[in-house]
C-alpha cells in the first residue's frame, strides 16, 4: 500500500468524500434506433488534474471545471453517444520514487438538460498498487464497446464501456456545484431521448491529496440523432498570439547639395574708333 504524509491513500478518500453526501436522483431511460451519422463536438482546451495538499482536502475540481462542448443545429432527440477523453497524462505523487494514480480521477459529463452520467471513476489501478504513468493515452467510452474501462489494471488507448468502479467499497463520488449523477449508473444510454442542442459539460474531479491526472488534449462528444443534421464544430482555446512591437522608422531627408555658381564678370564692350584721315587742302593755280 502507498502511503504519504498524508496517511493512507483509502484513508484519504474516505475523509474527503464523507465531506459531503451525494444527492441522487432518477434519469429517464429512452430506447430509439438511430440511423444517422454521428456528428462529433470538441472541446480541444486541456483539462488540468489539481490533487491536494495536506491542507485541501478532496474532492478537488479539475481546471476548468466544468469544461463544456456547445451543440447545434442537431435535429430530432438523441439514439447514441460517445465520449472521448483525449492525451491522458499523468504526474506523480510526493512518494519516493513518484507513484501514479489513475483512479484519483472521476468524469461525470451531464447533457443540456442536466442528465449527468459518470463514466470514469476509479480505474486504472486497483487503488494500492501504482501502474506506473500514463502519456498520450486516448479512450472512446462507448456503451457498446466489447470491455468496460478496467477496474484494476493499467490504463491503455482503446474502446470501452464506461465503468464506475465500486469494487472498492468507496463511498459515492463528490461532484461539488455540479447536477447529481445519473442514479449513481455510467451507462450514456440515459441521454437517449432528450434535446442534443446545447451545452454539454465534463466534471473531472481528483478525490485524493496525490498524483494527478490531465486530459491535455480535451475531451469530444459524438451524437446520434433521430434526425440527423449539425455540423463538427471544435471548441478551442485561441493562443495569445504575441505582436511585435512597431517600430518607427524617422524619414531620411535628402538636402541637394549647394551649387556654387561662379559670379559673372561683366566685360565691359571694346569701342573701335575709326582713325581720322587728315586730308591736305587743295590749291588752286591761278591760269597764266
Not at 97 to 121: C, K, L, Q
Not at 139 to 153: E, R
Not at 219 to 246: N, R
Request: charged share 10%; aromatic share 4%; proline share 10%.
Amino acid at each position: 500500500m502507498s502511503t504519504d504524509v498524508t496517511g493512507t491513500r483509502s484513508g484519504i478518500r474516505r475523509v474527503g468524500r464523507l465531506l459531503v453526501g451525494a444527492a441522487l436522483i432518477l434519469g429517464v431511460l429512452v430506447s430509439s434506433q438511430g440511423t444517422s451519422s454521428a456528428v462529433q463536438f470538441c472541446n480541444t482546451a486541456p483539462i488540468i488534474g489539481v490533487p491536494g495538499s495536506g491542507s485541501q482536502l478532496p474532492p478537488n475540481p479539475s481546471n476548468p471545471y466544468p469544461s463544456p462542448i456547445v451543440v447545434s443545429g442537431l435535429t430530432g432527440t438523441v439514439t447514441d453517444v460517445n465520449v472521448s477523453l483525449l492525451n491522458i497524462n499523468t504526474t506523480g505523487d510526493n512518494n519516493n520514487p513518484p507513484e501514479h494514480w489513475p483512479s484519483d480521477i472521476d468524469v461525470m459529463v451531464t447533457a443540456p438538460n442536466n442528465t449527468a452520467v459518470v463514466v470514469m471513476s476509479d480505474v486504472g489501478d486497483d487503488n494500492n498498487t501504482t501502474q506506473g504513468s500514463l502519456s498520450g493515452v486516448n479512450l472512446t467510452i462507448d456503451d457498446q464497446a466489447a470491455n468496460p474501462l478496467p477496474g484494476d489494471t493499467r490504463l491503455s488507448s482503446g474502446t470501452f464501456r464506461p465503468n464506475n468502479d465500486t469494487d472498492e467499497g468507496d463511498q459515492p463520488d463528490i461532484w461539488p456545484n455540479s447536477p447529481a449523477p445519473n442514479g449513481g449508473g455510467s451507462a450514456l444510454s440515459a441521454f437517449n431521448g432528450i434535446d442534443p442542442n446545447g451545452t454539454w459539460n465534463l466534471w473531472a474531479v481528483d478525490d485524493t491529496a496525490q498524483a494527478g491526472v490531465n486530459f491535455t488534449g480535451g475531451w469530444c462528444v459524438d451524437i446520434i440523432t433521430t434526425g440527423g443534421g449539425g455540423t463538427t464544430v471544435p471548441t478551442t482555446v485561441a493562443p495569445t498570439t504575441t505582436v511585435a512591437p512597431t517600430t518607427t522608422v524617422a524619414p531620411t531627408t535628402t538636402v541637394a547639395p549647394t551649387t556654387t555658381v561662379a559670379p559673372t564678370t561683366t566685360v565691359a564692350p571694346t569701342t573701335t574708333v575709326a582713325p581720322t584721315t587728315t586730308v591736305a587742302p587743295t590749291t588752286t593755280v591761278a591760269p597764266t
